[in-house]
Each structure stands twice: as C-alpha cells, then as structure tokens.
C-alpha cells in the first residue's frame, strides 16, 4: 500500500501570501492518479486538482498542481481568506485497486 | 445542479449493522462510478469503497472487506453502502462522492454513523 506523508502538518500564513504544500509518496505515483482537495471546517471537501496538475472545473487559477513519480506539490500563489482550511493529497493504486489520503495539511491564518 | 444527499445514518450497537443511502440527482448516474469515504471526529479522510457505473466491480479499503457492501440500484439514481459487524472505529461522517475510479470530484455533505454502546 502507497503511503502518502503531507508536509507542513500546520502552515501559518497570512492573506496574500503564498503556500506550498507537500506530498510525499512511499513509492512511485502515476501522476494522473494524484488528486488533492480542500475541506472546511464542518463541510465535505471539494475537489481542486486531479491528475496532479489539471484544476477541477470552477477552481480558481491561484491554485496550481505540480510534481511526479513520489514528489507533489499544491501551491496557492496568493492566500485569500476562504483557502484557509485542510488541504488533502490523494492517490490512486491499480493493485489492487485502492485509494489512500495523506494526512493534511492545514493552514491557518498568521 | 449535481447534487449527493446521503441518509441512513444514526447510532448503533458494536456489532450492529446499518444501511447508509446517497440519493444523486443533476447528472446521469448510471453513467458514473461511486465512492464511499469516511472521516472519524477530528481525522483525515480515509476510502471506504468503490463501485463501477455498471455494479461490474467493486472494490474495498481492507479495513472494512468483508463487512461492508457497496452496491447501487441505477434505476432509482441511489448508492448504498450496507455495513455489518460494526465497530467503534467505525464512527464516522460518511460521504460518498461521485468520480471515476481515481478520485472524487462531487461529494455530498455526509452522514453521521456512531457506533456505540
């Protein structure tokens, strides 16, 4: 089973600023099974990016996928107040077929 | 608008069985597979199951093979998830979400299952 380890656990920030957030996969990932979404407190999480670059549809272009093989990264190049929240990567894997979430990364305002 | 409406939660005995239900309306169900994902009180989210457009095939997290059971009836646009030998860590919001079998791009808003004496 791929693991995947989420860096930062926490990332402070303040509005405006970039974040760069980290995935890290125990083996190699086909980048077109690496998605990542965004949760809320108290809400269901939301889709931004699939096949590790491609933004879901209504997602603004600040957010932005990038990596390959074990290394991905989301970056959200200007913070604005409704981003802060938990950020999840997510993989796919063929055999057998299972899906696995990193364990998050929040970020909070400064 | 595509919309997830999952019901069928509450609370339950260790060892008790519940059937959870998610109602898809705006898009053609029967054209895409579904997922069941779980997120246990202050956790991160963890798969539960997947399903085919068509029921052809089914796939599970090992954590819950065996006790769970993923199936949806296209004709009434519903996904279930039926859940037996229920345990603590069982407990859980759980949301199912539409999307091909790699990841899950609509989700609906959950349904909470305690598994508790």
């Known amino acids: 089973e791929t693991v995947l380890t989420q860096s930062p656990g926490t990332l402070s920030l303040s509005p405006g600023e970039r974040a760069t957030l980290s995935c890290r996969a125990s083996?190699?990932?086909?980048?077109?099974?690496l998605a990542w979404y965004q949760q809320n407190p108290g809400q269901a999480p939301r889709l931004l990016i699939y096949?590790?670059?491609s933004r879901a549809t209504g997602i603004p272009d600040r957010f932005s996928g990038s990596g390959s093989g074990t290394d991905f990264t989301l970056t959200i190049s200007r913070l604005e107040p409704e981003d802060f929240a938990v950020y999840y990567c997510?993989?796919?894997?063929?055999?057998?077929?299972?899906?696995?979430f990193g364990g998050g990364t929040k970020v909070e305002i400064k | 608008q595509v919309q997830l409406v999952e019901s069928g939660g509450g609370v339950v005995q260790p060892g008790g069985s519940l059937r959870l239900s998610c109602a898809a309306s705006?898009?053609?169900?029967?054209?895409?597979?579904m997922h069941w994902v779980r997120q246990a009180p202050g956790k991160g989210l963890d798969w539960v199951a997947f399903i085919r457009y068509d029921g052809s095939n089914k796939y599970y997290a090992d954590s819950v093979k065996g006790r769970f059971t993923i199936s949806r009836d296209n004709s009434e646009n519903t996904l279930y998830l039926q859940m037996s030998s229920l345990r603590a860590e069982d407990t859980a919001v759980y949301y199912c979400?539409?999307?091909?079998?790699?990841?899950?791009?609509?989700w609906g808003k959950g349904t909470t299952v305690t598994v508790s004496s």
């Open positions: 997510q993989q796919y894997g063929s055999s057998p077929p299972q899906l696995t």
């Open positions: 705006g898009f053609t169900f029967s054209n895409y597979g």
């Open positions: 096949g590790a670059s």
């Open positions: 979400a539409k999307g091909p079998g790699n990841y899950m791009d609509v």
């Open positions: 083996q190699s990932v086909s980048s077109t099974s």
